[in-house]
């Protein structure tokens, strides 16, 4: 099973390239923004936060479409606040990040940490800050990604309430600042409320951010899939401008058995390109965070010329205000002289217009001349430094096929399940027979043996493609028989002896208990035959 890139390594590369980027622009560019008056004009000083973000990936879809389940089947793991349920349920924006320890930050204290992004959501007052909130957990796919799930969408007249803040306003905001936005409708029951409606509209402009899931889709047969999945288009079409682009996963994501597995094939492969494009996401956020500071060097750069060619334009002593107002009229010419002398594209200039308005309450006496070592500071970056980064920036090749580490289960109702006979679980799922001398899967075993001489076994051992025929038909997703399968093969010889095959039959029966399972197969249903090979 492909989930996430490992766990451990991609975060340490990424975090070199964005401690490199803060470095390079707190010492190269932040000097010439701060001379040139840049966050006057343009954008306020970038802080640490901007650069050590993770990517994010922001869930919306009406009540009920399954967003919450999504997260929490990406996680393989509850957090501290989720709420699951048919009636509408998420009542906040929540994100979730990582951090060794479980906590739940609520908005107010988001907005005022220094060390977070979110400073600038308070403008959208209190209402809405008591409906937002973090929660972290130590989770490794957090390592790498932020989640921010929010409130679902209601239908219809009975269900409108005033949520008392400006909720497209606040989906507006994460838009802007999100790598991904994760469009969630359901198969079952695709109706497109007004509000839903304005909130896609609230998206509009970052259509190359928008992945859209027709979620829950194995609850209807083949032939109303198809129909629904072309009401889904058409009105899709009437709300955003080119439908036809933007990807359509089809599919159910969690991690129970299929309804109705007509399609599992097609959901599966669904699955991938998904969590493949997600999977992709670390990579491409640092490759968009170095354009975003070439692009804001560029701009640095032309806003020193144009304030120090000012500066020199002003006489020293005598007529300064009225050649302040000649100085801002002819904006255009001193423009088109910086443009010859140091041959830089018109497009690299800001708005003429608007930096005269900017322009009319500046002191430019207060302006400095041209400081040749600031800009060759940043010219010497954009040369040599950024370069060096990009070669930081692994390949996508080496991502897709880095192994998986699926999350580890700290945290909620299994923090405690390990040690103690008291918490909920104990004795259950794979927990069962963990006391017993018998290895427990032993007493069903004869009933598996059935099914493997029917698997042709050769040398006593059946194939993957072989046994996943069989397996296939407890209508588990693959990615929950992958997992059982690398759990069984215990000596991993890439087949399965009979032990191997009835332990995987006993997991298949845990999962469909409803139990969840583990990462690392417990010693107690290690089969005796391969006891050796785990002490
Ligand atoms: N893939 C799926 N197939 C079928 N049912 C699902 C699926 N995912 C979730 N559900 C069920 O749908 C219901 C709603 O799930 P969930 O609470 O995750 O949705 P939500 O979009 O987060 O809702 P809300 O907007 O109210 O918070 C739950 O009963 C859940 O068990
Ligand atoms: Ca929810």
Redesign the pocket.
């Known amino acids: 099973m492909k989930l996430f890139g490992r766990s451990d390594k991609p975060p340490e590369v990424y975090d070199n390239v964005y401690a490199g980027l803060r470095q390079l622009y707190k010492t190269r560019i932040l000097p010439l923004e701060e001379t040139y008056n840049f966050h006057d004009f343009h954008s306020p000083a970038l802080t640490d936060p901007d650069f050590d973000a993770k990517p994010m990936i922001l869930l919306v ?10 997260i ?1 089947y990406l996680l393989e793991q509850e957090f501290p606040g989720i ?9 906040r924006f929540m994100v979730l990040m990582w951090d060794e320890h479980e906590n739940q930050i609520p908005g107010n204290a988001l907005v005022v940490d220094p060390n977070r992004q979110f400073k600038h959501l308070s403008k959208f007052g209190n209402a809405f800050l008591n409906k937002f909130q973090a929660s972290t957990i130590d989770n490794a796919v957090l390592k790498s990604l932020t989640l921010v ?5 209601l239908s219809g007249e009975k269900h409108r309430v005033d949520r008392g803040y400006d909720f497209t306003g606040v989906l507006e905001w994460f838009a802007e600042r999100v790598d991904r936005i994760v469009l ?1 409708f359901d198969a ?1 029951k695709l109706d497109i409320s007004d509000e839903f409606r304005r909130s896609i509209e609230a998206l509009r402009g970052h259509d190359e951010k928008i992945r859209i899931v027709l ?2 889709a ?2 209807v047969d083949h032939q109303q899939l198809m129909r629904v999945y072309g009401a889904l288009m058409w009105s899709l079409g009437k709300i955003i401008n080119t439908p036809e682009v933007t990807r359509v996963y089809v599919g ?3 991690d ?1 058995p299929l ?1 109705y597995d007509a399609n599992r094939r097609l959901f599966e492969a669904e699955h991938q390109d998904l969590f493949k494009d997600l999977q992709t996401l670390p990579r491409n956020t640092a490759l968009r965070k170095l354009n975003d500071l070439i692009k804001r060097a560029r701009l640095a750069k032309v806003q020193a010329y144009i304030i120090s060619s000012l500066k020199n334009q002003m006489p020293a002593m005598f007529g300064k205000d009225n050649k302040k107002k000649e100085l801002i009229k002819g904006l255009d010419q001193t423009f088109a002289q910086i443009q010859r002398e140091y041959q830089i594209s018109p497009g690299d200039f800001p708005d003429v217009n608007r930096m005269r308005e900017q322009l009319k309450d500046m002191d430019f006496s207060k302006f400095h001349s041209l400081r040749p070592r600031l800009l060759e500071a940043v010219d010497s970056m954009l040369a040599t430094d950024v370069a060096q980064l990009m070669a930081l920036i692994p390949k996508e090749d080496s991502l897709a096929s880095a192994e998986i580490n699926p999350p580890t289960i700290h945290a909620g109702a299994f923090g405690g399940a390990e040690n103690s006979p008291f918490t909920m679980g104990s004795g259950e799922g794979v927990d069962a027979g963990r006391d017993d001398a018998d290895w427990i899967v032993a007493k069903d075993k004869p009933n598996y043996d059935e099914t493997f001489q029917r698997l042709n076994p050769v040398d006593g051992k059946v194939t993957g493609a072989a046994a996943k025929q069989e397996m296939i038909r407890s209508k588990l997703p693959n990615s929950v028989l992958g997992k059982i399968w690398k759990l069984a093969d215990v000596d991993k010889d890439g087949m399965l002896d009979d032990y191997e095959w009835a332990l995987a039959n006993h997991l298949i029966k845990v999962r469909l208990d409803d139990n969840p399972l583990p990462n690392t197969l417990p010693d107690h249903l290690v089969p005796p035959t391969k006891r050796d090979l785990v002490e």
């Open positions: 879809g009406q009540y009920s479409t399954g967003k919450t389940t999504f929490k709420r699951i349920g048919p009636e509408p349920t998420t009542d799930d929010t409130p679902g969408i969630l079952h979620n829950k194995d609850r159910s994501f969690w129970q309804h």
